[in-house]
């Protein structure tokens, strides 16, 4: 386990006692009704986050299908080396000499459609910085014309400067939502006379649809579960059981798990990218990745802040045509994006619990994610359920990535920043609106406060909540288990195995075992086993290197190859187990909590190996992936999120010395999961660290270690 991560574990399970939550913010239990609140409206007093926990009951009117959005550029000067034409036409737009030899530069009236937006991009070019460029915008309204309002230019929004969507964008200014008006006109001021070349006028029409629906949010990640396409996937179950329980588990009874109370990060709810009408066929789909989720940041959209409820589908449809049409970006530049009624909105495609790279924090996109507030929040205070809403979406995304809320120092590629910040924490921008800026301290408080554990996207290999992982081992004289602790010692050799500490369980009879994440989700480390007969138990960790006693998990899993638990590959919060039945393909058995695995679904094709490693997240999009051993080569295969595993390729590694090979979590916070492996000519004991590129050399742990083995 990361240290960030262990330490701020080790706090919430010593002070986030009821008294410490009430001193801080509110009632612990009223943090956690979020995760049922969908079930029990919240009639309670209020609480930190009750503002936004009833926008989780609400239900939205939201357009029935797709939506597509009208875009028209307007010419306003010509492209460099152009003789006073665009190639769409003449300039719609007036020149006239500034004072002190600037220029300023007014478009004709263009009509304006529905409920519109606008926005001013011009040619590639020198990089012009806000005091080069002022734009400005006014409307009419049956004959009446507004006064000039300013239109925000930040070159710190786009993507990240060297990445192949920017090579594809255009510089220019944010979309402005100007609402129902009849015209609108823009004025283009340059201090120094030089008018960009290839200026152009973006209206966009956010379209309208031809039937609407009333549901709730279609991302409800407290209840996430595999898609539906795998779990219907006709392959045969597991073999069923032949035998019964052994007798040297006399207590266990088979059925459901009873589990102890979760003090996991409440999850928040939200609207699909299909439920405000997106239009797939506007994106890049090639120019989709990831890497990693170091911080986050806080951002508006400086628009409009009279909106209805109704109305926020086509500002977002208006936001993601202008970024892709007008500015030539893959996709919507924000990872999420929130009302100001407390709704939370998926923004750039790719998964709203993976590390997707948005376009949003020039420079920073990388390690991070954004949320964007609908609205101007320079000139009106957000609402309560706003902030709210940012503080469990940031206390969620945070802890998927294992990033605690409160952290002061995080790296965000090569600067550090607190976990939470405002964008103009990262440039000379005034993003997002000093209302909403002011109200930052706030979300790192709330969000603080609502991570209450961390999930099982990682490999979690923690058993003693300690800074560093474990490993669990039989001892070969009499099948007792052992965890094995890593320890930094600071030194020229910076880790070392500790004493083995004595569980107390027998693996008599157990021909695989298996630490399984945080498989109840409480901050502490489990143990799944199987035994011959092919019955699955589950032990819950205490934190101290011991367990609890078995609890049956599933049968007919006798015939199950390659077995291992894999952390959380569907994406739910849940860790996961993934095997090979005989003769079959390699499929997926969800974690579900309080409830036994089910036959689980194809993952992959039949796979040829003789051992199946989980490492986490090795590469860089933030689904756990797996090694398979062969006879003499070694394979990488992809995890893709709720699914399953994609490609795979061979790794350039010769692992045949070693009798261990186990996956750990990430031991030197590389932000990659790393191997613990055994030479088995010496029995000595080493760390490989790995990265997204391969494997590092390998560092001596310890010695002494030849009457143990792994148990399968």
């Not at 959380?568 to 909590?593: E, H, N």
């Amino acid at each position: 386990m990361p240290n960030n991560r262990a330490r701020f574990v080790t706090v919430c399970q010593q002070l986030l006692t009821l008294g410490v939550v009430l001193a801080v913010v509110t009632p612990a239990a009223n943090i956690v009704s979020l995760d049922v609140v969908q079930r029990a409206p919240v009639t309670t007093a209020p609480t930190a986050l009750a503002a936004y926990a009833a926008t989780t009951t609400m239900k939205s009117e939201l357009p029935a299908g797709v939506v597509d959005p009208i875009v028209t550029e307007v010419p306003l000067t010509a492209p460099a080396g152009a003789r006073g034409r665009t190639l769409a036409g003449k300039p719609q737009a007036r020149v006239v000499a500034g004072k002190g030899g600037g220029a300023q530069l007014t478009s004709l009236p263009q009509a304006v459609s529905g409920y519109g937006a606008v926005g001013v991009t011009w040619g590639k070019g020198k990089q012009l910085s806000e005091e080069q460029i002022q734009v400005q915008v006014r409307t009419e309204t049956d004959d009446a014309w507004t006064e000039w309002m300013p239109v925000q230019y930040d070159a710190d929004h786009g993507p990240d400067p060297r990445s192949a969507e920017a090579k594809k964008s255009r510089p220019g200014t944010d979309a402005l939502l100007v609402g129902e008006v009849d015209e609108v006109q823009v004025k283009v001021t340059t201090p120094d006379g030089a008018t960009p070349a290839d200026l152009r006028l973006a209206v966009i029409a956010p379209g309208e649809p031809t039937a609407t629906k009333v549901e709730a949010p279609a991302i409800d990640t407290r209840d996430a579960e595999a898609p539906s396409s795998a779990r219907t996937s006709a392959v045969p179950a597991v073999d069923a059981p032949t035998e019964e329980p052994p007798a040297a588990d006399p207590a266990v009874t088979p059925g459901a798990i009873e589990m102890q109370a979760a003090t996991y990060t409440p999850r928040p709810v939200i609207y699909s990218r299909a439920q405000w009408g997106a239009d797939e066929r506007l994106r890049d789909k090639s120019s989709l990745h990831y890497f990693e989720v170091h911080a986050g940041f806080v951002h508006h959209t400086v628009n409009a802040n009279n909106y209805t409820r109704a109305q926020v589908p086509g500002l977002l449809r208006s936001i993601y045509a202008y970024h892709t049409k007008s500015r030539g970006w893959s996709d919507l530049g924000y990872n999420y994006l929130v009302d100001r009624f407390g709704r939370i909105w998926e923004g750039r495609y790719g998964g709203v619990d993976r590390p997707v790279v948005g376009a949003h924090t020039l420079g920073y996109n990388d390690y991070s994610f954004a949320m964007s507030a609908i609205g101007n929040y320079d000139i009106a205070k957000p609402s309560d359920a706003m902030v709210q809403a940012y503080g469990a979406l940031f206390a969620w995304k945070l802890s998927l990535h294992g990033v605690s809320a409160s952290s002061r120092s995080q790296a965000v590629g090569r600067k550090s920043f607190r976990a939470i910040n405002g964008h103009r924490d990262a440039g000379s921008t005034a993003c997002p609106g000093k209302y909403l800026y002011a109200k930052i301290p706030q979300i790192r408080t709330l969000a603080a406060a609502a991570q209450r554990g961390w999930t099982g996207r990682e490999l979690e290999s923690n058993l003693t909540l300690t800074p560093h992982p474990d490993i669990i081992i039989r001892r070969t004289s009499d099948q007792q288990a052992f965890v094995l602790p890593l320890r930094g010692t600071g030194g020229k050799a910076p880790y070392r195995i500790a004493r083995p500490i004595a569980t107390g369980v027998s693996l008599v009879g157990v021909n695989r075992v298996m630490n399984a994440g945080d498989w109840n989700r409480d901050g502490k480390g489990d143990m799944v086993y199987r035994r011959t007969n092919g019955y699955l138990y589950l032990r819950l960790g205490t934190g101290r290197g011991t367990f609890s006693g078995p609890r049956l998990l599933s049968t007919g899993f006798k015939k199950v190859q390659l077995l291992s638990a894999v952390g959380d590959v569907t994406g739910d919060g849940w860790p996961d187990l993934m095997g090979q039945p005989k003769g079959s393909s390699m499929r997926i058995y969800p974690g579900a909590g309080a409830n036994p695995l089910g036959s689980g679904y194809v993952a992959a094709g039949k796979v040829a190996a003789t051992r199946q490693i989980a490492v986490g997240r090795m590469d860089a999009d933030g689904a756990p992936d797996v090694l398979f051993r062969g006879n003499r080569k070694v394979t990488l295969s992809r995890g893709n999120g709720p699914g399953g595993l994609t490609s795979t390729r061979a790794m350039s590694v010769n692992l045949n010395p070693y009798d261990w090979i186990v996956g750990i979590s990430d031991v030197g916070l590389t932000g990659h999961s790393d191997l613990v492996v055994r030479l088995g000519s010496t029995k000595a004991l080493y760390l490989i660290e790995m990265t997204t590129s391969g494997f590092g050399a390998p560092k001596l742990l310890g010695q002494g270690l030849g009457g143990y083995d792994l148990a399968g």
